[in-house]
């Protein structure tokens, strides 16, 4: 497994951007798809988005309508999420989590992997 830690959350007004990283210990990390998840307050966990090891496929979630790009440095361990034209409704703690599993376009929100980092909390203003 890896260990995962998560960075770049904040606080940001509507139409902002943030870009969250995720940074992974261990040589395999290259073994797994990466994916993003969210937990708004009250709610339940909600995927975002996911990619493959090599970085060359990618997933989204319907509701990022390509405001999100998920992208990773196998160099550096770290897989990111550029987050653009954000929303009061993004309002939530992303976690990233790692997997063996290319689920396609079926991507659990929680279970299903098997590393968690703790999550960043991403707060959007209107």
């Known amino acids: 497994q890896v260990q995962l830690v998560e960075s770049g959350g904040g606080l940001v007004q509507a139409g902002g951007s943030l870009r969250l990283s995720c940074a992974a210990s261990?040589?395999?990390?290259?073994?797994?798809?990466m994916g993003w998840s969210r937990q708004a307050p009250g709610g339940e966990h909600e995927f975002v988005s996911a990619?493959?090891?090599?970085?060359?496929?990618?997933y989204y979630a319907d509701f990022v309508n390509g405001r999100f790009t998920i992208s990773r440095d196998n160099a550096k361990n770290t897989v990111y999420l550029q987050m653009n034209n954000l929303k009061p409704e993004d309002t939530a703690v992303y976690s990233c989590?790692?997997?063996?599993?290319?689920?396609?376009?079926?991507?659990?929100?929680?279970?299903?992997?098997?590393?968690w980092g703790q999550g960043t909390q991403v707060t959007v203003s209107s």
């Open positions: 989590a790692a997997t063996p599993v290319w689920y396609g376009s079926r991507w659990p929100p929680r279970y299903g992997y098997d590393s």
């Open positions: 261990g040589r395999t990390f290259r073994q797994y798809a």
């Open positions: 990619i493959s090891w090599s970085g060359n496929f990618t």
